[in-house]
């Protein structure tokens, strides 16, 4: 029984994640930088940090990233791999700094989002473009990460909130 | 919010703010440089307006056809007539400072611009460094 309820709560949360992840196109991005993202579907990783165990979360992201890349055609594709590496960089970071517990939900968020973009910019450099002056972007991409780091970490607070809520009901 | 957290954006923001030294800034744009995996393949005078054709790379057939046009005019630099398929690069605009940059992911181009840096020393005005 314990066992249902994970799984309905991993693909409630994939599905809820995925769903942002193709969504948020739609919102602008104030910087010049190509294939910005704000990546608002983290939101739910860093909700699922609180909610569900490590392994889970870690499922969630593996999840996110493979189906977002297929519904939006981008499988196998260099955004793919940017976004493999950004994610799992991300997830990884946001784990260890949780397991800390010295950083609340807007400290654990804004490192995920920073870990993240390094992680893009690095495949980017190293692997893709294979030029060092890639790194232009990074204050752009280390200010807005931190902002959307601060956004991602209210809407966990508002979600799990929500979700403590709808559990009594 | 706790402490840790305050520490960590400013941490963040510091980096930023050190890492905006490093991109060049204060120069007048003088030469476009576009790379192609990683190696300089053209080299323009922004001052010359123009046209140029811009081979990206393609494994497959060998770079031989053109990816990109790269217009310059008026001091500017933009991409069009790009042949992937999101035209992430043409949608970036035009730029005309260094520091600025253009991007193909697909075709692993970077156009950049590399200016002439005025010493501010008062003495002489056109003493220039690289």
């Not at chain 1, 193709?22 to 579907?41: D, M, Y």
């Not at chain 2, 310059?72 to 043409?90: H, P, S, T």
Request: charged content about 20%; overall charge positive.
């Amino acid at each position: 029984m314990e066992n249902n309820r994970k799984v309905v709560r991993i693909a409630l949360f994939v599905s809820l994640a995925l769903a942002v992840y193709l969504v948020e196109n739609a919102v602008p991005v104030p910087v010049p930088i190509p294939g910005f993202k704000w990546g608002f579907s983290n939101f739910v990783v860093l909700m699922s940090l609180t909610m569900l165990g490590t392994r889970d979360v870690l499922w969630i992201v593996i999840f996110k990233v493979l189906l977002g890349n297929f519904l939006s055609g981008k499988f196998l594709s260099p955004v793919f791999f940017i976004s493999c590496f950004g994610n799992l960089s991300g997830v990884l970071s946001m784990i260890a700094l949780s397991k800390t517990r010295c950083f609340g939900y807007i400290g654990i968020s804004v490192i995920g989002a920073f870990a993240n973009n390094l992680a893009q910019l690095a495949v980017c450099g190293v692997w893709l473009l294979r030029s060092v002056h890639i790194w232009y972007f990074f204050p752009y991409i280390a200010l807005m990460g931190t902002v959307s780091g601060v956004l991602n970490a209210l809407m966990a607070k508002g979600g799990e909130q929500w979700f403590r809520t709808y559990r009594k009901n | 919010m706790r402490k840790g957290d305050w520490l960590l954006i400013g941490g963040v923001l510091l980096l930023s703010v050190a890492f905006a030294y490093w991109i060049p800034h204060r120069q007048a744009a003088s030469t476009v440089i576009v790379e192609v995996d990683g190696r300089e393949a053209y080299r323009y005078s922004i001052r010359e307006d123009g046209e140029y054709p811009i081979r990206g790379y393609q494994p497959a057939v060998g770079r031989s056809e053109t990816t990109h046009i790269l217009h310059i005019r008026n001091g500017q630099v933009y991409v069009e007539e790009a042949r992937c398929r999101d035209k992430i690069c043409e949608r970036m605009g035009k730029i005309d400072n260094p520091g600025q940059l253009i991007v193909c992911v697909p075709y692993k181009v970077l156009i950049r611009l590399e200016g002439d840096r005025v010493v501010d020393t008062g003495a002489h005005p056109d003493a220039v460094t690289r």
